[in-house]
């Protein structure tokens, strides 16, 4: 929906954004061609996750955290476990508990790259009001689709015990551990999913996207030779190179006025962005092969600034999510004891982990006996709020010529490039929104 | 219906969110009812689709805003035609209750008989209780949904029921 006043004034506004998860809306004036104000809303009723966590023990992380995200709880619990983890002197590198959140990690990439892809994106590209109506051109796309994400949920549930909020995390690792012949009735589920996740960068490959090369800071881990999923040292392509434990130093966090969620910015530099493009850029080399393979079919380049490929990379990424979970789970061998001993301390700790949309900081201050103090939750959405944004701009700078209506999906489409979980971004304190 | 068919009963809804809950309640109270098989949703469509596979027939409950008297409860025949486009819950998933019905319909994967059980809500803020409203309409919103669950099964035997709470995954 849009007004124009007199003055050759547009006013874009889409007061609720469909095909994201959460609520979200966008507002954009014109002036003639100058674009005068881009304002992504979001108004997802607040989480009050960090005031919930004080005063709660250390053990309750996992559970609790979880519930900020129906999509993503393992990344909630991951970074949130390797935090308090890190708080108590502990840190998860290598060995079956590692493989074991790995691969349930692969499992929530696997489901949420895949609803992206075919229920949140696809349909922008190719003129769809929803998967719906791809439903019913394409039917065996849907359904690949739907088989995909069943398939990560599979993995999830396996290892977690249940799909949505996994009862099976904990600090140090898990409640039980699955035994092998558990994870291989997942093999050829798996073996599936790999070649639909082909057929699915072949498919995106395909899309017919705009060619806009976007100039902004990309950031996320790297790992010591793993493409980045469950910890790593915090890196960008303008020399950031730190530890979880300097986040705070390097990164500061605003409240904005128009939206419930905080602005994240490098200091001194300003709006980055984080997730696949930022993880394809920086840890291009750590893809396994038939990933890299992939996306070299698919004509993507080694360096990809085109916010509209990151549909591709995400096929990319299932790809590799896919690949790397038959792996773990052809070598898995359970461990000794499902979780490691976490003894409680006085002290801070800092937990960072790849959710599918970026990268999710967690931080926690403890008590001697694990009382959490203070929480301090930072998702990736949330920091590519500010980058989102300025992408908003560019496109419509760069479309300004167009119907309103055209407009208006060709900006909602760049909005969803970046997979916006806007559940996940606001879980702070309620802000007073003027208009 | 064939002698083995069966019913499932999928509660949709976030336990964070006030009204919200309802669905998720209701369904719970009809666990280990005999013949009925619960599902509880966060209402993202895709998986309600994964929920459907299988049934021969599915309840789904949720709560609903469309400007009715809260603790209204709303009951729509979905097997033939969609969910009126103006009752709709407040949308937290990228694939809500209605668009997962249409999306089974169009891959012909909508069970024979699918009814809707909405009741309205009106408080929705994360962390909210339940409004006295919609916390009076659950029993007689168990009521009904267990009425037509009998209703459809009234020729079939009795089935091992399962809950959806549980955990599963494991041996």
Same mark, same amino acid.
């Given at each position: 929906?849009?007004?124009?006043?007199?003055?050759?004034?547009?006013?874009?506004?889409?007061?609720?954004?469909?095909?994201?998860?959460?609520?979200?809306?966008?507002?954009?004036?014109?002036?003639?061609?100058?674009?005068?104000?881009?304002?992504?809303?979001?108004?997802?009723?607040?989480?009050?996750?960090? $005031?919930?966590? /004080?005063?709660? @023990?250390?053990?309750?992380? #996992? *559970?609790? !955290?979880?519930?900020?995200?129906?999509? &993503?709880?393992?990344?909630?619990?991951?970074?949130?476990?390797?935090?308090?983890?890190?708080?108590?002197?502990?840190?998860?590198?290598?060995?079956?508990?590692?493989?074991?959140?790995?691969?349930?990690?692969?499992?929530?990439?696997?489901?949420?790259?895949?609803?992206?892809?075919?229920?949140?994106?696809?349909?922008?590209?190719?003129?769809?009001?929803?998967?719906?109506?791809?439903?019913?051109?394409?039917?065996?796309?849907?359904?690949?689709?739907?088989?995909?994400?069943?398939?990560?949920?599979?993995?999830?549930?396996?290892?977690?015990?249940?799909?949505?909020?996994?009862?099976?995390?904990?600090?140090?690792?898990?409640?039980?551990?699955?035994?092998?012949?558990?994870?291989?009735?997942?093999?050829?589920?798996?073996?599936?999913?790999?070649?639909?996740?082909? $057929?699915?960068? /072949?498919?995106? @490959?395909?899309?017919?996207? #705009? *060619?806009? !090369?976007?100039?902004?800071?990309?950031? &996320?881990?790297?790992?010591?030779?793993?493409?980045?999923?469950?910890?790593?040292?915090?890196?960008?392509?303008?020399?950031?190179?730190?530890?979880?434990?300097?986040?705070?130093?390097?990164?500061?966090?605003?409240?904005?006025?128009?939206?419930?969620?905080?602005?994240?910015?490098?200091?001194?530099?300003?709006?980055?962005?984080?997730?696949?493009?930022?993880?394809?850029?920086?840890?291009?080399?750590?893809?396994?092969?038939?990933?890299?393979?992939?996306?070299?079919?698919?004509?993507?380049?080694?360096?990809?600034?085109?916010?509209?490929?990151?549909?591709?990379?995400?096929?990319?990424?299932?790809?590799?999510?896919?690949?790397?979970?038959?792996?773990?789970?052809?070598?898995?061998?359970?461990?000794?004891?499902?979780?490691?001993?976490?003894?409680?301390?006085?002290?801070?700790?800092?937990?960072?982990?790849?959710?599918?949309?970026?990268?999710?900081?967690?931080?926690?201050?403890?008590?001697?006996?694990?009382?959490?103090?203070?929480?301090?939750?930072?998702?990736?959405?949330?920091?590519?709020?500010?980058?989102?944004?300025?992408?908003?701009?560019?496109?419509?700078?760069?479309?300004?010529?167009?119907?309103?209506?055209?407009?208006?999906?060709?900006?909602?489409?760049?909005?969803?490039?970046?997979?916006?979980?806007?559940?996940?971004?606001?879980?702070?304190?309620?802000?007073?929104?003027?208009? | 219906?064939?002698?083995?068919?069966?019913?499932?009963?999928?509660?949709?809804?976030?336990?964070?969110?006030?009204?919200?809950?309802?669905?998720?309640?209701?369904?719970?109270?009809?666990?280990?009812?005999?013949?009925?098989?619960?599902?509880?949703?966060?209402?993202?469509?895709?998986?309600?689709?994964?929920?459907?596979?299988?049934?021969?027939?599915?309840?789904?409950?949720?709560?609903?805003?469309?400007?009715?008297?809260?603790?209204?409860?709303?009951?729509?025949?979905?097997?033939?035609?969609?969910?009126?486009?103006?009752?709709?819950?407040?949308?937290?998933?990228?694939?809500?209750?209605?668009?997962?019905?249409?999306?089974?319909?169009?891959?012909?994967?909508?069970?024979?008989?699918?009814?809707?059980?909405?009741?309205?809500?009106?408080?929705?803020?994360?962390?909210?209780?339940?409004?006295?409203?919609?916390?009076?309409?659950?029993?007689?919103?168990?009521?009904?949904?267990?009425?037509?669950?009998?209703?459809?099964?009234?020729?079939?035997?009795?089935?091992?029921?399962?809950?959806?709470?549980?955990?599963?995954?494991?041996?």
């Amino acid at each position: 929906m849009s007004l124009i006043t007199g003055s050759g004034e547009r006013t874009l506004r889409v007061d609720y954004l469909a095909r994201v998860e959460g609520e979200g809306a966008m507002y954009i004036k014109l002036s003639g061609n100058e674009v005068e104000d881009v304002r992504l809303r979001i108004y997802e009723p607040p989480r009050f996750f960090e $005031a919930f966590l /004080r005063g709660r @023990a250390y053990t309750e992380v #996992p *559970d609790i !955290a979880a519930r900020i995200c129906g999509i &993503c709880p393992i990344a909630y619990q991951t970074s949130g476990a390797r935090a308090i983890e890190d708080a108590c002197g502990v840190s998860i590198d290598d060995g079956p508990i590692r493989d074991l959140r790995r691969l349930i990690y692969c499992g929530e990439w696997i489901e949420s790259h895949a609803l992206h892809v075919y229920a949140l994106h696809a349909p922008d590209f190719l003129g769809y009001q929803s998967m719906i109506e791809l439903a019913g051109e394409h039917p065996q796309l849907a359904e690949q689709g739907l088989a995909l994400k069943k398939t990560g949920n599979r993995l999830v549930a396996l290892i977690g015990g249940r799909e949505i909020h996994p009862i099976n995390m904990r600090v140090g690792g898990f409640y039980r551990a699955p035994t092998r012949t558990e994870l291989l009735t997942l093999r050829d589920p798996l073996a599936r999913a790999l070649e639909q996740s082909l $057929a699915t960068v /072949r498919f995106a @490959a395909q899309l017919p996207m #705009p *060619d806009v !090369a976007r100039d902004v800071e990309l950031v &996320c881990l790297r790992d010591r030779d793993l493409y980045p999923i469950d910890r790593g040292q915090i890196v960008s392509d303008r020399g950031l190179e730190i530890e979880p434990a300097q986040f705070a130093r390097n990164i500061v966090e605003e409240h904005v006025q128009h939206s419930n969620a905080l602005h994240a910015r490098i200091r001194e530099r300003g709006a980055y962005l984080t997730g696949p493009l930022a993880r394809y850029n920086l840890c291009y080399d750590q893809l396994r092969p038939v990933a890299k393979e992939a996306a070299v079919e698919a004509g993507l380049e080694r360096a990809c600034h085109n916010p509209f490929q990151s549909i591709i990379v995400r096929a990319v990424e299932l790809v590799d999510a896919c690949d790397e979970a038959l792996e773990l789970v052809a070598r898995y061998e359970p461990p000794d004891r499902p979780a490691v001993e976490v003894t409680p301390r006085r002290g801070v700790g800092h937990g960072v982990s790849e959710a599918p949309r970026g990268m999710l900081y967690h931080r926690y201050e403890l008590d001697d006996d694990g009382t959490i103090l203070d929480a301090r939750i930072v998702p990736p959405t949330s920091q590519n709020q500010l980058a989102i944004e300025q992408d908003l701009r560019a496109v419509v700078e760069r479309y300004h010529d167009l119907d309103d209506d055209e407009l208006r999906l060709r900006c909602e489409q760049a909005i969803r490039n970046h997979d916006p979980c806007i559940s996940c971004a606001t879980h702070f304190l309620q802000l007073t929104v003027e208009r | 219906m064939p002698a083995d068919a069966t019913v499932v009963v999928i509660g949709v809804g976030n336990s964070l969110r006030g009204d919200d809950s309802a669905g998720l309640e209701v369904a719970a109270r009809l666990c280990g009812e005999p013949r009925i098989n619960v599902r509880m949703s966060e209402g993202e469509g895709i998986d309600l689709l994964a929920m459907l596979e299988g049934a021969d027939a599915a309840l789904l409950v949720d709560a609903v805003r469309s400007g009715a008297t809260p603790g209204t409860i709303h009951r729509y025949d979905v097997s033939d035609e969609p969910l009126p486009s103006s009752p709709r819950r407040p949308a937290g998933h990228a694939i809500g209750t209605a668009a997962a019905i249409e999306l089974a319909r169009r891959l012909g994967r909508l069970p024979a008989k699918v009814v809707v059980f909405g009741v309205e809500g009106e408080r929705f803020e994360t962390g909210s209780a339940r409004s006295p409203a919609v916390q009076a309409a659950i029993e007689p919103l168990v009521a009904a949904v267990r009425r037509e669950s009998r209703r459809l099964l009234a020729t079939v035997a009795a089935a091992e029921p399962e809950c959806g709470d549980r955990s599963r995954g494991f041996g």
